[in-house]
C-alpha cells in the first residue's frame, strides 16, 4: 500500500487491494498467506513421517510428537496474543500460531490411517468461514505455487538462487515471535529513520518498509549462519 502511494495510485488499487484481507467475500493475496503455511505443514509431514519411520518410531511415538508440537504451537499462540496481541481485541485462544498446531495435527492424524470424507454442498467463498469452496481454491494456489517452486528448484536447479527464502522459511516461526519480542521495528527506526527523513512522507514510508525487511532478515540470516533454528 505505500507503494501504491508512493506511485500515485488510489489507495484502493488491484495492488493495494492484495495487501490487506477482505471482511467476507472474495480472495486476496493476504488470504493465501495463511492457507499456505497449513499446505506446507501437510506437504512436509509424509517426508518426516517416512523418515521417523526409517529410525525405527513407531505411529504411537509418531503422534505423540505431533501432540508435542501441538502442545508448544498452542502455548506459544498463546504468549504472542497476552503480550504482543493487539489491545483493542480480546485474548484467542485460536491464534495463528494455535491454528496452524491444530490444523498440521489434523493432517498427521490424517496421514497415519484416519480417513476424512467431504460432503458434496455449496457454500459461499468465504475465508472468515474457511468455506469449501474457499479452501478448494486456496489449495489449488498452493498445489501450483508449490509445483512451480518444485519445477525452478529442484528441476532447473536454481538452488543457490534460494538463500533470500531459505534464511526466512527456516526460521519462520522465529522471526513471527521476535518482531515484537525484540521489538525489531524500534530497532528499525533508530538505524534508518533519519535517513528516511530526507524523503517525502511517502516515500520515507516505502523506505523504511524495505530497511525493516532488511533487519528482520540480517536477524535471520545470522542465526542462520549459526545453525540455530527454532524446531517446534
Known amino acids: 500500500m505505500k507503494v501504491c502511494s508512493a506511485l500515485g495510485c488510489a489507495s484502493d488499487c488491484w495492488l493495494a487491494r492484495q495487501m490487506q484481507h477482505l471482511e467476507w467475500l472474495g480472495l486476496t493475496h493476504h488470504d493465501t498467506i495463511f492457507p499456505l503455511f497449513i499446505f506446507i505443514?501437510?506437504?512436509?509431514?509424509?517426508?518426516?513421517?517416512?523418515?521417523?519411520?526409517?529410525?525405527?518410531?513407531?505411529?504411537?511415538?509418531?503422534l505423540w510428537?505431533?501432540?508435542?508440537?501441538?502442545?508448544?504451537?498452542?502455548?506459544?499462540?498463546?504468549?504472542?496474543?497476552?503480550f504482543f496481541g493487539a489491545a483493542a481485541r480480546p485474548f484467542r485462544f485460536g491464534s495463528v500460531l494455535a491454528r496452524i498446531g491444530i490444523a498440521a495435527a489434523a493432517l498427521a492424524i490424517a496421514g497415519c490411517g484416519i480417513a476424512w470424507g467431504f460432503g458434496k454442498y455449496s457454500f459461499p467463498f468465504s475465508k472468515v468461514l474457511?468455506?469449501?469452496?474457499?479452501?478448494?481454491?486456496?489449495?489449488?494456489?498452493?498445489?501450483?505455487?508449490?509445483?512451480?517452486?518444485?519445477?525452478?528448484?529442484?528441476?532447473?536447479?536454481?538452488w543457490k538462487r534460494t538463500l533470500f527464502f531459505r534464511v526466512i522459511g527456516l526460521n519462520a516461526i522465529t522471526i513471527y515471535l521476535a518482531q515484537p519480542l525484540l521489538n525489531l521495528s524500534s530497532l528499525n527506526t533508530n538505524l534508518f529513520g533519519r535517513v528516511a527523513g530526507c524523503f517525502s512522507p511517502v516515500w520515507?514510508?516505502?523506505?523504511?518498509?524495505?530497511?525493516?525487511?532488511?533487519?528482520?532478515?540480517?536477524?535471520?540470516y545470522v542465526l542462520y549462519r549459526k545453525n540455530v533454528f527454532l524446531k517446534v
Open 41 to 62: 505443514a501437510g506437504v512436509a509431514f509424509p517426508f518426516s513421517y517416512a523418515k521417523q519411520r526409517e529410525n525405527g518410531s513407531s505411529t504411537a511415538r509418531i
Open 130 to 158: 474457511w468455506s469449501p469452496s474457499f479452501t478448494l481454491v486456496v489449495g489449488a494456489y498452493s498445489v501450483a505455487a508449490f509445483a512451480a517452486f518444485y519445477w525452478l528448484i529442484d528441476v532447473r536447479g536454481v
Open 204 to 220: 520515507s514510508a516505502v523506505f523504511l518498509g524495505a530497511t525493516y525487511m532488511l533487519v528482520c532478515w540480517s536477524f535471520l
Open 65 to 82: 510428537k505431533v501432540f508435542r508440537r501441538l502442545v508448544a504451537l498452542v502455548l506459544l499462540g498463546m504468549v504472542y496474543e497476552c
